[in-house]
Nanobody
Framework: QVQLVESGGGLVQAVGPLRLSCVAP????????MGWFRQAPGKERELVAA????????YYADSVKGRFTIFRDNVKSTVYLQMNSLKPENTAVYYC????????????????????WGQGTPVTVSS
């Protein structure tokens, strides 16, 4: 059983920064592609950012490019999502996810390919 534990969510004012963390203890983390997704009330889950196992490539939703950064520390088995210039429309539950599969630059963007999900951490951005 793969366990992913997110943390760092909370209430933040618009424009403020917030950093989310996701720990994957006991997993071969250094060989796992990782993704951050979010789901706002009444909306479908959508990709925010993803990163290859090596950290050599990362991918972002157009709406967060230039504001959010995904990075990882394979020694700590942790993936991070640094969120800057937050907007009220970024309010959602944020989930990290991973997979046993090898992902391409196309499939890494698709929620359906991820096998394991965390419980989510809520982020609320006030105006």
């Amino acid at each position: 059983q793969v366990q992913l534990v997110e943390s760092g969510g909370g209430l933040v004012q618009a424009v403020g920064p917030l950093r989310l963390s996701c720990v994957a203890p006991g997993r071969t983390f250094s060989r796992s592609d990782m993704g951050w997704f979010r789901q706002a009330p009444g909306k479908e889950r959508e990709l925010v950012a993803a990163i290859k196992w090596s950290g050599g490539a990362s991918y972002y939703a157009d709406s967060v490019k230039g504001r959010f950064t995904i990075f990882r520390d394979n020694v700590k088995s942790t993936v991070y999502l640094q969120m800057n210039s937050l907007k009220p429309e970024n309010t959602a539950v944020y989930y990290c996810a991973t997979t046993d599969s090898w992902l391409t630059a196309v499939t890494i963007l698709e929620a359906s390919v991820y096998d394991y999900w965390g419980q989510g951490t809520p982020v609320t951005v006030s105006s």
